[in-house]
C-alpha cells in the first residue's frame, strides 16, 4: 500500500509516457509533427523537488496534480493539457529551454528549466508555436543562493587572486554579491567584489584572499541568498599527509613503502607550507602508453612497521583509517595541490590512485592485531600478479584514474599551485580502466595508498614533474 502512495505522485506522467510509446510505435516511428493550433496548460508538475499535498505520504516525491507555480534551474516538468505537440519553442524568462519530441504527446510536455540564469526576468514561461503565436504562462524560476563548488588553490597565500567555480555567483545592480572569508579568529572578513571578475554565466568569481583569512569556509550572499562552501581555505581537516614533521606541526606520515619520496623545501614551495613530494624528476621519460616505470612515477604509503605484530595505530606506519574517518566515504573525496611548470607539462600516464586494505599489502606483511589475513609488500593490484584467483591478484580491484591531460593533449598548471578533488566514489576501476570486479566497501579498505602513473590510453612522451602536497580526505558533500 506505501509503495502505491508513493508512485501516485507521477502516475499521470507516466500514462502521458506511455501514450506517447504507443503512439510513436506505429507507422513511422521516427516521424513527428508539429502541431497547429495553439496549446493550453492546465497545470505543471515538478518531477525533481519533493513538493508535498496533503493527501499524500510522508516520504512521497510528487504532488498529485497540482499546480506548481515555481522551480529551480535543471528541474525537469511536466507540462500537462491539450495540443502540446504544437509547442515549437519554449522560454523561461529570457533562457530558451531544450526541446525533445520523444517527450512530447498532444497532452504531455516533459522540459528541463534551463540551467542559465536569466538576465531579464519576467515570471513567465513562454509557448511558442511555428507560427509564432505564443501562449504566457506566469511560472516563477526560483533562482538558489550561490552554489560555491570548488577552489583554485585552497592554500593560496593571502593576497593572492583565486577563483570560485559553480553557479549562481549573481551581481545584481541592487543586490551586489557579497564575499567573505573566516578570518583567524573564527570572524568573517570581507572581501571586496568586482563584478568585472564574474563570468557572464555566473558559474565562477575571482578573488583576492585578504589579510587574516584563515581556516574555514568562504560564505557568498547573492540577492538569492547565502551559502558557505563545503571545503575550507587552509583545510587540514582529514589531513594524511603535509609532509611536515610532527614537531613542525605536521601529520608525521610520510612516504614507506618499496618506492620512498622524500620531501622536497624550495622556491616552488607553497607559501603556506614548506615540503612536497614529487611524482616524475623532470628527467625520467614516460613513453606515450604510460608504461611501467615505478621510478620515479609513483607514491607509496604502504601502513605497517617491522615490528611482530605491525603497529598501524600510529605514526610513522598508522593505517590511514586510524587517521582520519572513512566511516562516511562515499560522500569524501581525496584532494591534493599540485604544481607542474609548463616546461614538464603531462601527456600520458593516468594517475592511478587506490586505496588498499590491510589484507592486501603492509610495510612488512608481519601479523597485525585483530587481522587474520595480512597482505605483504607487493604490487599486484597495478601489475596483476599474484594469485589470479585472488581478489588482489589480477589488478581488478577498484581505483580512480586521474588524466586532466585527455582533453587537451597535455596539462601543467603553468608552474602554479592548484587543488585537485577526486571523489572516493570513483574509485571504481581496474588496472586497465574497466570495471573493477571488487572495490572498497567499508572503512577499513582505507588502510595504505598508492598513487601511480600508469596506463590510461595513448598520450604522448613525457618527462612529467608533479609537485604534491597537502593530500587529505574530506567531506565532499
Not at 55 to 65: F, K, P
Not at 70 to 94: C, H, K, M
Not at 188 to 207: G, K, N, R, Y
Request: charged share 20%; hydrophobic share 40%; aromatic share 12%.
Amino acid at each position: 500500500m506505501k509503495m502505491t502512495k508513493y508512485y501516485k505522485g507521477f502516475g499521470l506522467v507516466l500514462v502521458a509516457a506511455a501514450g506517447l510509446i504507443m503512439t510513436s510505435c506505429k507507422d513511422q516511428p521516427d516521424k513527428y509533427e508539429v502541431a497547429d493550433g495553439l496549446p493550453t496548460v492546465n497545470y505543471i508538475r515538478c518531477m525533481s523537488t519533493e513538493v508535498k499535498g496533503n493527501n499524500d505520504a510522508a516520504d512521497t516525491h510528487y504532488t498529485n496534480g497540482e499546480l506548481v507555480e515555481s522551480a529551480s534551474p535543471q528541474s525537469t516538468l511536466a507540462l500537462i493539457g491539450s495540443n502540446l505537440r504544437s509547442v515549437y519553442e519554449i522560454w523561461f524568462n529570457d533562457k530558451q529551454a531544450i526541446l525533445n519530441t520523444s517527450y512530447i504527446t498532444d497532452n504531455a510536455l516533459l522540459v528541463d528549466v534551463p540551467k542559465s540564469v536569466p538576465k531579464t526576468v519576467t515570471d513567465k514561461i513562454y509557448l511558442i508555436t511555428m507560427s509564432k503565436d505564443t501562449v504566457k504562462i506566469d511560472f516563477k524560476v526560483v533562482i538558489p543562493a550561490p552554489d560555491i563548488k570548488t577552489m583554485s588553490c585552497e592554500y593560496a597565500a593571502i593576497g593572492d587572486k583565486v577563483t570560485f567555480t559553480g553557479n549562481y555567483f549573481v551581481y545584481d545592480p541592487n543586490f551586489p554579491l557579497q564575499a567573505w572569508f573566516t578570518g583567524t579568529d573564527g570572524s568573517l572578513i570581507p572581501v571586496d567584489v568586482d563584478e568585472s571578475d564574474i563570468a557572464d554565466d555566473f558559474t565562477s568569481v575571482s578573488l583576492t584572499i585578504p589579510e587574516g583569512a584563515g581556516q574555514g569556509p568562504i560564505v557568498m550572499t547573492s540577492i538569492y541568498g547565502t551559502a558557505s562552501s563545503p571545503f575550507y581555505y587552509l583545510d587540514n581537516r582529514g589531513m594524511l599527509f603535509d609532509f611536515e614533521t610532527i614537531a613542525d606541526g605536521g601529520t608525521g606520515l610520510f612516504s614507506q613503502g618499496w618506492k620512498v619520496r622524500d620531501p622536497i623545501e624550495d622556491e616552488n614551495s607553497l607559501a603556506n607550507c614548506r615540503h612536497y613530494i614529487t611524482i616524475g624528476d623532470g628527467i625520467a621519460e614516460l613513453d606515450e602508453d604510460g608504461g611501467w616505470q615505478d621510478v620515479p612515477f609513483r607514491f607509496d604509503f604502504w601502513c605497517g612497521s617491522w615490528d611482530t605484530p605491525q603497529n598501524i595505530t600510529t605514526a610513522p606506519g598508522a593505517a590511514l583509517f586510524n587517521v582520519v574517518d572513512f566511516s562516511k566515504w562515499e560522500s569524501m573525496a581525496l584532494k591534493f595541490e599540485m604544481n607542474i611548470p609548463s616546461s614538464n607539462a603531462w601527456s600520458s600516464g593516468a594517475m592511478q590512485i587506490a586505496f588498499q586494505p590491510i589484507e592486501q599489502v603492509t610495510l612488512s606483511g608481519y601479523s597485525v592485531a585483530g587481522y587474520k589475513e595480512v597482505g605483504g609488500a607487493n604490487q599486484d593490484i597495478f601489475n596483476g600478479e599474484g594469485d589470479p584467483d585472488t581478489k588482489w591478484g589480477a589488478g581488478d580491484w577498484g581505483r580512480a584514474f586521474y588524466r586532466p591531460w585527455m582533453t587537451t593533449g597535455e596539462f601543467h598548471t603553468d608552474g602554479k599551485w592548484i587543488t585537485v578533488t577526486v571523489p572516493l566514489s570513483d574509485l571504481t576501476l581496474d588496472k586497465d580502466g574497466k570495471p573493477a570486479s571488487i572495490a572498497p566497501t567499508k572503512a577499513t579498505d582505507f588502510a595504505s595508498l598508492t598513487m601511480f602513473l600508469l596506463g590510461g590510453g595513448k598520450g604522448k612522451a613525457c618527462k612529467a614533474l608533479l609537485r604534491i602536497d597537502n593530500i587529505r580526505v574530506v567531506p565532499y558533500k
